[in-house]
């Protein structure tokens, strides 16, 4: 990334990022990750927040098409919104270094055309806009890129925009996005031999404008040109009445898919074409018959007549303007109502024609969207697929179905016939109102999805059982995710166990207890780790440790560090000792500057007062409990272990009494809560103060309820390990 010029900047998730850009912050690309959740929502958040930057949406390979699909779908993505396939980081640095020039590029053409609108018009140019105010046509110069120089006061005035702001502004930008690119291509092709015979006609605000112009220089010889504005909006209404009725007579070919209606003012039928029969029923000599019975015949399909006849009444009461609304069928069907007024050359109102448009398709089609897009969510909210799978099966009731069951290959409940078919071949049944789909994915078959629509007498077709079909292979998807996270949960919980002692060793007038909770879903084997081991005749080694990381890594450079330990204790006297060795062994068996902290206390109940000797490395002290209700932190805190190789490690000795209690713990303790909410040794001291009389096991317990802050079900920002002794027990 440096090589290309390019500095990075991370966010904790796609909502963090969002935040930051609505605070007024600009990156040239916004790269969102795989691990982004619902990406396309991202992408149109960022875009709509800076429409000059650049969004790049990573996708894994094998996600590609649908993810490629979605963003095309997506509304208001028109910008510079990309996929990009993560094959390798070269070609990744590659298209976010040219994603971040194509925004820089637009950043400097955005302060370019500021710059020009603030910069004042030139003298020629006012001049020019002074001589020619009193034309009855607008007159407006342009640049050689098709900015505004300067207009005169009638051009000001059919626009509607004072000249101050528009200068510097491309001129196409004035007019109607569909005209602009056109009004551009006539600007540049303008040529120097005079004004043109014909003009174009542009729209702006509902108004039309017919510009022509000519070539011409400006700013000491700069090439620039003239246009010429004539507002010809009344000209092009007469115009487009003329149209209008020749359209009428063209609206009665059978082949139109719109249902077209023309009705006079007092209400009777001029046209009516075959569509509008095939759709309602009805036809214009019904209608010319008897009005009430045709108009009853169509209110008796609607689901609402009230509305579909309070339509009618708005249009009829307007003396203009246009009427929209979409009609909901007792069959189903959704028909879309527009209408509006037809005059005469003269401008006078002489009736109304009425389109109606079958949109059922559509409208099914966005519903199924929805319905996929809300089913997506509910799959992805949990890991658990049997509780995303009962909530699926709760949309799609009543929406698709009266009744949905879902059936699971390797369940325990017993699978109906059908089912066990369909699970059997992998392939869909459509039995009328029942359909059955598979849920695979890549050939395998995870179960089977039996939607039934008998009471509210829904007929399936093909349609359904693709949109099924779908919501099947998402489901399946979601069902393999499931199992995939599962395995990794206990491949990690294996492993993580294999680095703790299997049990507690018995020994005599010492009770023990030991905790270990790991942060997050326990997906990655975390670095705490305790060992409690027999030293010599009544003397024992209590080690708890914290190694830098997590997964692999960390899990060999704990195995490594617990052996350390058990095998320096052989030998060496004092903790002290033990650290030493521990040091000199990671600096000479690892190279990937990956540290460890320690506390290593040695505890020698052979005597008449038990001894403890404590020595810690970059590790928080243990603390002490004395029967008396006192405490304290004990120990010498040294250096890192894993990280100076002349490092030397203090011991502390200390006599014990029964009845003492003595809490090793990592880190995960105090930043369990992090950083909302963390504690401090002197936090843990008065916590362990209030656990006097209790045991082992229950002090134990009380040290993580008050890091969790009393509320068990949350889960630790870092992993938790405790060890507890209490002597006299």
């Given at each position: 990334?440096?090589?290309?010029g390019?500095?990075?900047?991370?966010?904790?998730?796609?909502d963090?990022a969002?935040?930051?850009?609505?605070?007024g912050e600009?990156f040239?690309?916004?790269?969102?990750?795989?691990?982004?959740?619902?990406?396309?929502?991202?992408?149109q958040?960022?875009?709509?927040?800076?429409r000059?930057?650049a969004?790049?949406?990573?996708?894994?390979?094998?996600?590609?098409?649908?993810?490629?699909?979605?963003l095309?779908k997506?509304?208001f993505?028109a910008?510079?919104v990309?996929?990009?396939v993560?094959?390798?980081?070269e070609?990744?640095?590659?298209?976010i270094?040219?994603?971040a020039a194509r925004?820089?590029?637009r950043?400097?053409?955005?302060?370019?055309?500021?710059k020009r609108?603030e910069?004042?018009?030139?003298l020629?140019?006012?001049y020019l806009?002074?001589?020619?105010d009193?034309?009855?046509?607008g007159l407006v110069t342009?640049?050689?890129g098709g900015?505004?120089?300067?207009?005169?006061?009638?051009a000001?005035?059919?626009?509607?925009?004072?000249?101050?702001?528009a200068?510097g502004l491309?001129?196409?930008e004035?007019?109607?996005a569909?005209?602009?690119?056109?009004l551009?291509?006539l600007?540049a092709?303008?040529?120097?031999a005079?004004l043109g015979?014909?003009?174009q006609?542009?729209?702006?605000?509902?108004?039309s404008f017919e510009l022509?112009g000519?070539?011409f220089?400006?700013?000491s010889?700069e090439?620039?040109?003239?246009?010429?504005l004539?507002d010809?909006?009344?000209r092009?209404?007469?115009?487009r009445?003329?149209?209008?009725?020749?359209a009428?007579?063209a609206?009665?070919?059978?082949?139109?898919?719109?249902?077209?209606?023309?009705?006079?003012l007092?209400?009777?039928?001029?046209?009516m074409n075959?569509r509008?029969?095939?759709?309602?029923g009805?036809?214009?000599?019904?209608?010319?018959r008897d009005r009430?019975?045709?108009?009853?015949a169509?209110?008796d399909?609607?689901?609402?007549p009230?509305?579909?006849l309070?339509?009618?009444?708005q249009?009829?009461?307007?003396s203009?303007?246009?009427?929209r609304?979409e009609?909901?069928?007792k069959?189903g069907?959704?028909?879309?109502?527009?209408?509006?007024h037809?005059r005469?050359?003269?401008?006078?109102?002489?009736?109304r024609?009425w389109f109606?448009?079958d949109?059922?398709?559509?409208r099914?089609?966005?519903?199924?969207?929805?319905?996929?897009?809300?089913?997506?969510n509910?799959?992805?909210?949990?890991?658990?697929y049997?509780t995303?799978l009962?909530?699926?099966a709760?949309l799609a009731?009543?929406?698709?179905a009266d009744?949905?069951?879902i059936d699971?290959?390797?369940?325990?409940a017993?699978?109906?016939?059908?089912?066990?078919g369909?699970?059997?071949t992998?392939?869909?049944?459509l039995?009328?109102?029942?359909m059955i789909v598979?849920?695979?994915?890549?050939g395998?078959?995870?179960?089977?999805?039996?939607f039934?629509?008998?009471?509210?007498c829904?007929?399936?077709?093909e349609?359904?059982?693709?949109l099924a079909?779908?919501?099947a292979?998402?489901?399946?998807?979601?069902?393999?995710?499931?199992?995939?996270?599962?395995e990794l949960?206990?491949?990690?919980?294996t492993?993580?166990?294999?680095?703790?002692?299997p049990h507690l060793?018995?020994?005599?007038?010492?009770?023990?207890?030991?905790?270990?909770?790991?942060?997050?879903?326990?997906?990655q084997v975390?670095?705490?780790?305790y060992?409690?081991f027999?030293?010599g005749?009544e003397?024992?080694?209590?080690?708890?440790?914290?190694?830098?990381?997590?997964?692999?890594?960390?899990?060999?450079?704990?195995?490594l560090?617990?052996y350390?330990?058990?095998?320096?204790?052989m030998y060496?006297?004092g903790?002290?000792?033990?650290?030493?060795v521990?040091?000199?062994?990671?600096?000479r068996?690892?190279s990937?500057f990956r540290?460890t902290?320690l506390?290593?206390?040695?505890?020698d109940?052979?005597?008449?007062?038990?001894?403890?000797?404590?020595?810690?490395?970059?590790?928080?002290?243990p603390?002490l409990?004395?029967p008396?209700g006192?405490?304290?932190a004990?120990?010498?805190i040294?250096p890192?272990?894993g990280v100076?190789?002349?490092?030397?490690?203090?011991?502390?000795?200390?006599?014990?009494?029964?009845?003492?209690?003595?809490?090793?713990y990592?880190?995960?303790?105090?930043d369990?809560l992090?950083?909302?909410?963390?504690?401090?040794?002197?936090?843990l001291?008065?916590?362990l103060?209030?656990?006097?009389g209790?045991?082992?096991g229950e002090?134990s317990?009380?040290?993580?309820?008050?890091a969790?802050?009393g509320?068990?079900?949350r889960?630790?920002?870092?992993?938790?390990?405790?060890v507890?002794?209490?002597l006299?027990?």
């Amino acid at each position: 990334m440096e090589q290309a010029g390019l500095v990075v900047e991370r966010a904790a998730d796609a909502d963090a990022a969002i935040a930051r850009v609505e605070q007024g912050e600009q990156f040239d690309v916004v790269l969102l990750a795989p691990q982004v959740t619902d990406p396309v929502r991202a992408a149109q958040r960022m875009h709509s927040l800076d429409r000059l930057g650049a969004v790049l949406v990573l996708s894994e390979a094998d996600g590609e098409a649908e993810l490629r699909h979605a963003l095309m779908k997506a509304p208001f993505l028109a910008g510079d919104v990309s996929l990009v396939v993560a094959r390798d980081a070269e070609s990744l640095v590659e298209e976010i270094a040219a994603a971040a020039a194509r925004t820089q590029g637009r950043r400097e053409a955005a302060a370019a055309r500021k710059k020009r609108r603030e910069t004042p018009p030139p003298l020629s140019a006012r001049y020019l806009g002074t001589l020619l105010d009193s034309a009855p046509i607008g007159l407006v110069t342009l640049d050689q890129g098709g900015g505004v120089v300067g207009w005169n006061k009638r051009a000001g005035e059919m626009l509607a925009v004072p000249e101050v702001e528009a200068l510097g502004l491309r001129f196409a930008e004035l007019f109607e996005a569909s005209d602009r690119e056109r009004l551009s291509v006539l600007i540049a092709n303008l040529g120097t031999a005079g004004l043109g015979d014909e003009g174009q006609v542009f729209e702006r605000k509902g108004q039309s404008f017919e510009l022509t112009g000519a070539r011409f220089a400006i700013r000491s010889g700069e090439e620039g040109a003239l246009v010429i504005l004539q507002d010809v909006t009344k000209r092009l209404t007469a115009e487009r009445e003329l149209e209008l009725q020749r359209a009428l007579m063209a609206a009665q070919a059978d082949s139109s898919m719109v249902g077209i209606a023309v009705i006079t003012l007092d209400g009777a039928v001029e046209r009516m074409n075959r569509r509008w029969t095939q759709m309602w029923g009805v036809d214009a000599e019904m209608i010319r018959r008897d009005r009430a019975a045709a108009t009853q015949a169509m209110l008796d399909q609607v689901v609402d007549p009230d509305a579909f006849l309070a339509g009618t009444t708005q249009l009829a009461k307007s003396s203009g303007g246009e009427f929209r609304d979409e009609v909901a069928l007792k069959d189903g069907r959704t028909i879309e109502r527009y209408a509006t007024h037809v005059r005469d050359e003269s401008g006078e109102l002489i009736g109304r024609i009425w389109f109606h448009t079958d949109i059922s398709e559509h409208r099914r089609e966005e519903e199924a969207l929805r319905f996929l897009s809300d089913a997506t969510n509910l799959l992805s909210s949990s890991l658990d697929y049997a509780t995303a799978l009962q909530r699926v099966a709760e949309l799609a009731v009543p929406r698709i179905a009266d009744r949905c069951v879902i059936d699971i290959a390797d369940a325990d409940a017993p699978v109906s016939e059908a089912a066990a078919g369909v699970i059997l071949t992998g392939t869909s049944q459509l039995l009328g109102a029942t359909m059955i789909v598979p849920i695979k994915i890549r050939g395998t078959v995870f179960g089977a999805i039996t939607f039934t629509g008998r009471e509210s007498c829904r007929v399936y077709d093909e349609d359904d059982v693709t949109l099924a079909e779908e919501l099947a292979r998402r489901a399946a998807i979601a069902i393999d995710n499931s199992r995939v996270h599962a395995e990794l949960r206990d491949v990690a919980r294996t492993l993580q166990e294999s680095l703790l002692p299997p049990h507690l060793p018995a020994v005599r007038n010492l009770e023990l207890a030991a905790r270990f909770r790991p942060a997050g879903p326990g997906m990655q084997v975390g670095g705490d780790f305790y060992d409690i081991f027999e030293t010599g005749p009544e003397q024992w080694g209590i080690a708890l440790g914290d190694v830098c990381g997590k997964g692999a890594d960390a899990a060999a450079l704990t195995a490594l560090t617990r052996y350390t330990v058990r095998a320096a204790a052989m030998y060496e006297q004092g903790p002290d000792g033990v650290l030493r060795v521990l040091n000199e062994a990671l600096l000479r068996q690892r190279s990937d500057f990956r540290f460890t902290t320690l506390v290593y206390c040695v505890l020698d109940l052979a005597g008449d007062r038990p001894e403890l000797r404590v020595a810690c490395g970059g590790h928080p002290r243990p603390l002490l409990l004395r029967p008396d209700g006192t405490t304290q932190a004990i120990g010498v805190i040294g250096p890192l272990l894993g990280v100076l190789p002349d490092a030397t490690f203090g011991e502390q000795r200390l006599q014990l009494d029964e009845g003492d209690v003595l809490a090793l713990y990592t880190d995960g303790l105090t930043d369990a809560l992090a950083p909302a909410h963390m504690l401090s040794e002197d936090d843990l001291l008065a916590t362990l103060a209030a656990c006097r009389g209790l045991t082992a096991g229950e002090v134990s317990q009380r040290l993580e309820q008050v890091a969790l802050g009393g509320d068990a079900t949350r889960v630790p920002r870092d992993d938790i390990a405790l060890v507890v002794a209490k002597l006299g027990a």
